[in-house]
């Protein structure tokens, strides 16, 4: 099996952009992911596309309508989705495009352009459910999040505050990040506290922001990668699992998808203590419990407890003192540099790629990182999306 | 790339113009259970990865891939949906063979059409929002057009398009499996009433539902659980581009390329000899035609005379839609394409009863996504 590098990456600020189309958001990416490293798209075999719902958009088959803002004109080009877990997906299928031996290069883009949904993309999530047994009860994503960060909070016990500085941590880490949307280096978890409640225990700081924008990445083969950098990311393992669709009788306390995922990308890295032998982590955030829920769920915290090793600062990008430390979203995750589904988790892979090249700017972590691992999550709190990067 | 991938499981459900009496779920369920039953497996042991093929707003559901995996077998196991036609999601699973990190993987995709008030309006959802949305034109607008530049570029005749509805209507009478079997005559179609001119009523395919499920092995376990694996020998899929306003609208040149791809893996140089026949996306008549010559197998402007001629008709020399195609067996949305596979799997096993092709031994399969994209997909089987 041919191993996979990535190569480049690119990302556009993630805003509200209602200047542009969706698909110049993507071109915008893309061109910028092939600039960075000194390719064009005549070097590219294929495309994978990574975006949620088109009811964002408004656009039936968005793929198609995607196609030549992501480069893909003329080109073998597939788009994938797993709800929230797209980002992190399209490079596992962009792994496979290149792992199987057919194409040398892949590029893979995720654009989401959530602004155009008039007055606010939630009323688009409402058909996210079951269309006879949920749908009728107008249910919304805070008030089910609301339901699974109270059976996490019950379950052990957990306190707010120690919550909430999840947030406090990736908006300051955010503050460093060009593209980032609420950046703040002065949060505080008592403005956490204070914010408006949108669905008990849901506050609106506990919650990332909607927002535009496109990340994309290149990957390639070993014999094309060498030729291309002298500092290629590679694939060393990925996972994925789906978990049923009745969420609601599930135990929401603990993400075994995530935990599924996981062991499956850790075997093919051949992992065999993920605390040692990962040096990065970017866990999923749209809301600040979901990255301690989703480190627990990736066996890299003890199960209840990280959000105290949240608030001893375990996760905290600088605190190299720390005992077990692990730098946890050093790029300020969705909680700080905002959310556009798909985009937001490539954005995640992103990040681990500079970090690993040293290419992370005022955001470095210190003590050169030599393995990352990028998660996301998604569909009905369904399915978890795992890739391992290392140098 | 030297794994190779088999088919060796197929299983289907429903295929018929309504099925008001079960859900998507259960269509998925018996088609899933009649695949791993011939397949021989156990889903939740020997299946290590899943692929579905939908589009959200053919489901009415945004986020569709939730619902996919508790019917599959697939729960807590890798699931994953593509949006595509059903073609694309078989090469997804190829490719994750290929990678030798998987020996079994299962592709699904459905339609329940019947579900669907106006299709037409979904699909003026798919107009570019900005540029052509707002001309408020009904989409099917867009097949005339391209009809009409097909015609007058290549030289082919109304007449021989009409007679592609009256082959493949009748060789749905020979097809249980299909929805709108019926004895046409060219001049009957040609008479019927004018949709988007000169496309015709009887020349634009109608609606079924269905599901199917397939269950595809590496070498190695194909032939250690099938008697009969048909192989995989190439698979190709393009993109043209999306802009109305800049495609080349007599050609089909996302079907050139997506057919290039196929046939290089597959190592066929002269597609016309080496393959005995193909299935064809023909959701509108014109679209069979226009496929072929894309496809390579004949120049353009002959396809329209090698069907007036009886050379792809079920006796002909290359059959073209045995099963009767999208316009006899009805257009399955995003499971099409893996309804032209599945007819090619059974000619190729020789268990395609009244219909079946003598001494079959390579088979094309071709689909498309429907207007206005330009997107397709093509595979190679054999036995």
Redesign the interface.
């Given at each position: 099996?041919p191993r996979v590098a990535i190569v480049g990456a690119g990302m556009t600020k993630f805003v509200r952009r209602a200047q542009e189309?969706a698909k110049e958001l993507a071109w915008e990416a893309a061109s910028m992911a092939l600039e960075s490293c000194e390719m064009t798209l005549d070097d590219i075999d294929c495309v994978v596309l990574g975006s949620?719902?088109?009811?964002f958009?408004?656009?039936?088959?968005?793929?198609?309508?995607l196609?030549?803002g992501a480069g893909?004109?003329?080109?073998?080009?597939?788009?994938?989705?797993?709800?929230g877990g797209t980002g992190v997906?399209a490079v596992?299928?962009g792994w496979?495009?290149v792992?199987?031996?057919?194409f040398d290069t892949c590029l893979v883009v995720c654009e989401e352009k959530m602004s155009s949904c008039m007055p606010h993309p939630q009323g688009?999530?409402l058909?996210?459910f079951?269309?006879t047994t949920e749908r009728p009860l107008g249910p919304n994503l805070l008030w089910i999040f609301a339901l699974e960060m109270n059976a996490y909070m019950t379950r052990y016990g957990l306190r707010k505050e120690d919550i909430a500085y999840v947030t406090v941590k990736n908006r300051r880490n955010a503050a460093d990040h060009p593209c980032a949307l609420l950046g703040d280096p002065n949060i505080t978890v008592q403005d956490v506290l204070n914010s408006e409640v949108l669905a008990w225990p849901v506050q609106r700081l506990d919650v990332s922001p909607i927002s535009d924008g496109a990340v994309a990445i290149v990957l390639a083969a070993e014999h094309v990668a060498r030729r291309v950098t002298n500092k290629p990311v590679w694939i060393e393992g990925v996972?994925?699992?789906?978990?049923?669709?009745?969420w609601t009788n599930r135990d929401l306390s603990y993400p075994?998808?995530v935990e599924?995922?996981a062991r499956?990308a850790y075997k093919?890295a051949g992992i065999k203590e993920p605390r040692k032998e990962i040096h990065i982590v970017e866990p999923y955030d749209p809301f600040d419990y979901k990255e301690l829920h989703h480190l627990e769920g990736l066996l890299l915290a003890d199960r209840g407890k990280a959000p105290e090793d949240a608030a001893r600062g375990r996760f905290d990008r600088d605190k190299e003192s720390e005992p077990d430390w692990l730098p946890s979203s050093p790029s300020g995750g969705l909680l700080g540099v905002g959310n556009p589904i798909a985009a937001a988790g490539l954005m995640k892979v992103a990040e681990i790629f500079w970090q690993l090249r040293g290419e992370a700017g005022k955001r470095q972590v210190p003590g050169n990182p030599k393995r990352g691992l990028a998660q996301a999550w998604?569909?009905?709190m369904?399915?978890g999306t795992v890739v391992i990067l290392g140098i | 790339m030297s794994k190779e991938v088999a088919i060796i499981g197929v299983g289907y459900a429903g295929f018929r113009p309504l099925t008001p009496e079960v859900s998507y779920k259960e269509l998925m369920f018996e088609a899933a259970t009649k695949a791993y039953e011939e397949a021989g497996i156990n889903p939740r042991k020997d299946v290590q990865s899943f692929v579905t093929v939908s589009e959200d707003f053919n489901e009415g559901t945004s986020i569709f891939d939730e619902y996919v995996p508790d019917q599959l077998g697939g729960v807590l196991k890798p699931v994953h949906t593509v949006c595509g036609d059903g073609i694309h999601g078989l090469a997804a699973a190829f490719l994750q063979i290929k990678t030798g990190q998987f020996d079994i993987v299962v592709v699904e995709s459905h339609s329940k059409a019947s579900n669907i008030l106006y299709h037409s309006h979904l699909l003026a959802f798919a107009l570019d929002p900005i540029f052509n949305r707002p001309l408020a034109f009904h989409p099917y607008a867009v097949a005339g057009m391209e009809m009409r530049r097909y015609l007058a570029e290549t030289g082919t005749t109304h007449k021989q398009c009409a007679m592609v509805v009256a082959k493949n209507r009748q060789n749905a009478l020979l097809n249980p499996l299909a929805s709108y079997p019926a004895k046409l005559t060219p001049e009957d179609v040609l008479a019927s009433e004018p949709i988007a001119e000169p496309l015709t009523s009887l020349e634009i395919s109608r609606h079924a539902d269905g599901a199917i499920v397939m269950v595809l092995a590496s070498g190695e376990v194909a032939r250690a659980l099938s008697d009969k694996p048909i192989w995989i020998r190439g698979i190709g899929w393009a993109n043209d581009t999306f802009w109305l306003e800049s495609r080349p609208w007599a050609r089909a040149d996302y079907a050139t390329k997506a057919a290039k791809m196929a046939y290089e893996i597959a190592g066929i140089r002269n597609p016309r000899h080496e393959i005995d026949f193909a299935e064809i996306d023909d959701t509108f008549a014109y679209k069979e035609l226009q496929h072929m010559e894309a496809l390579g197998l004949c120049a353009p402007g002959e396809a329209g005379i090698l069907t007036e001629e009886g050379y792809t008709s079920l006796e002909g020399e290359f059959p073209v839609n045995p099963s009767g195609g999208n316009l006899g067996m009805g257009h399955m949305l995003d499971a099409s394409g893996l309804a032209r596979v599945m007819e090619v799997v059974f000619q190729l096993r020789g268990e395609a009863g009244k219909r079946q092709i003598p001494d079959a031994q390579v088979g094309l399969a071709f689909g498309w996504r429907g207007i206005p994209t330009t997107s397709g997909a093509a595979v190679i089987l054999s036995i």
């Amino acid at each position: 099996m041919p191993r996979v590098a990535i190569v480049g990456a690119g990302m556009t600020k993630f805003v509200r952009r209602a200047q542009e189309t969706a698909k110049e958001l993507a071109w915008e990416a893309a061109s910028m992911a092939l600039e960075s490293c000194e390719m064009t798209l005549d070097d590219i075999d294929c495309v994978v596309l990574g975006s949620a719902p088109d009811a964002f958009d408004a656009v039936h088959m968005k793929s198609e309508y995607l196609s030549d803002g992501a480069g893909a004109w003329g080109k073998p080009y597939i788009r994938c989705y797993v709800g929230g877990g797209t980002g992190v997906f399209a490079v596992i299928q962009g792994w496979y495009h290149v792992a199987s031996g057919v194409f040398d290069t892949c590029l893979v883009v995720c654009e989401e352009k959530m602004s155009s949904c008039m007055p606010h993309p939630q009323g688009a999530f409402l058909t996210i459910f079951d269309h006879t047994t949920e749908r009728p009860l107008g249910p919304n994503l805070l008030w089910i999040f609301a339901l699974e960060m109270n059976a996490y909070m019950t379950r052990y016990g957990l306190r707010k505050e120690d919550i909430a500085y999840v947030t406090v941590k990736n908006r300051r880490n955010a503050a460093d990040h060009p593209c980032a949307l609420l950046g703040d280096p002065n949060i505080t978890v008592q403005d956490v506290l204070n914010s408006e409640v949108l669905a008990w225990p849901v506050q609106r700081l506990d919650v990332s922001p909607i927002s535009d924008g496109a990340v994309a990445i290149v990957l390639a083969a070993e014999h094309v990668a060498r030729r291309v950098t002298n500092k290629p990311v590679w694939i060393e393992g990925v996972g994925w699992a789906l978990d049923t669709a009745y969420w609601t009788n599930r135990d929401l306390s603990y993400p075994v998808y995530v935990e599924e995922a996981a062991r499956m990308a850790y075997k093919m890295a051949g992992i065999k203590e993920p605390r040692k032998e990962i040096h990065i982590v970017e866990p999923y955030d749209p809301f600040d419990y979901k990255e301690l829920h989703h480190l627990e769920g990736l066996l890299l915290a003890d199960r209840g407890k990280a959000p105290e090793d949240a608030a001893r600062g375990r996760f905290d990008r600088d605190k190299e003192s720390e005992p077990d430390w692990l730098p946890s979203s050093p790029s300020g995750g969705l909680l700080g540099v905002g959310n556009p589904i798909a985009a937001a988790g490539l954005m995640k892979v992103a990040e681990i790629f500079w970090q690993l090249r040293g290419e992370a700017g005022k955001r470095q972590v210190p003590g050169n990182p030599k393995r990352g691992l990028a998660q996301a999550w998604g569909d009905l709190m369904q399915v978890g999306t795992v890739v391992i990067l290392g140098i | 790339m030297s794994k190779e991938v088999a088919i060796i499981g197929v299983g289907y459900a429903g295929f018929r113009p309504l099925t008001p009496e079960v859900s998507y779920k259960e269509l998925m369920f018996e088609a899933a259970t009649k695949a791993y039953e011939e397949a021989g497996i156990n889903p939740r042991k020997d299946v290590q990865s899943f692929v579905t093929v939908s589009e959200d707003f053919n489901e009415g559901t945004s986020i569709f891939d939730e619902y996919v995996p508790d019917q599959l077998g697939g729960v807590l196991k890798p699931v994953h949906t593509v949006c595509g036609d059903g073609i694309h999601g078989l090469a997804a699973a190829f490719l994750q063979i290929k990678t030798g990190q998987f020996d079994i993987v299962v592709v699904e995709s459905h339609s329940k059409a019947s579900n669907i008030l106006y299709h037409s309006h979904l699909l003026a959802f798919a107009l570019d929002p900005i540029f052509n949305r707002p001309l408020a034109f009904h989409p099917y607008a867009v097949a005339g057009m391209e009809m009409r530049r097909y015609l007058a570029e290549t030289g082919t005749t109304h007449k021989q398009c009409a007679m592609v509805v009256a082959k493949n209507r009748q060789n749905a009478l020979l097809n249980p499996l299909a929805s709108y079997p019926a004895k046409l005559t060219p001049e009957d179609v040609l008479a019927s009433e004018p949709i988007a001119e000169p496309l015709t009523s009887l020349e634009i395919s109608r609606h079924a539902d269905g599901a199917i499920v397939m269950v595809l092995a590496s070498g190695e376990v194909a032939r250690a659980l099938s008697d009969k694996p048909i192989w995989i020998r190439g698979i190709g899929w393009a993109n043209d581009t999306f802009w109305l306003e800049s495609r080349p609208w007599a050609r089909a040149d996302y079907a050139t390329k997506a057919a290039k791809m196929a046939y290089e893996i597959a190592g066929i140089r002269n597609p016309r000899h080496e393959i005995d026949f193909a299935e064809i996306d023909d959701t509108f008549a014109y679209k069979e035609l226009q496929h072929m010559e894309a496809l390579g197998l004949c120049a353009p402007g002959e396809a329209g005379i090698l069907t007036e001629e009886g050379y792809t008709s079920l006796e002909g020399e290359f059959p073209v839609n045995p099963s009767g195609g999208n316009l006899g067996m009805g257009h399955m949305l995003d499971a099409s394409g893996l309804a032209r596979v599945m007819e090619v799997v059974f000619q190729l096993r020789g268990e395609a009863g009244k219909r079946q092709i003598p001494d079959a031994q390579v088979g094309l399969a071709f689909g498309w996504r429907g207007i206005p994209t330009t997107s397709g997909a093509a595979v190679i089987l054999s036995i």
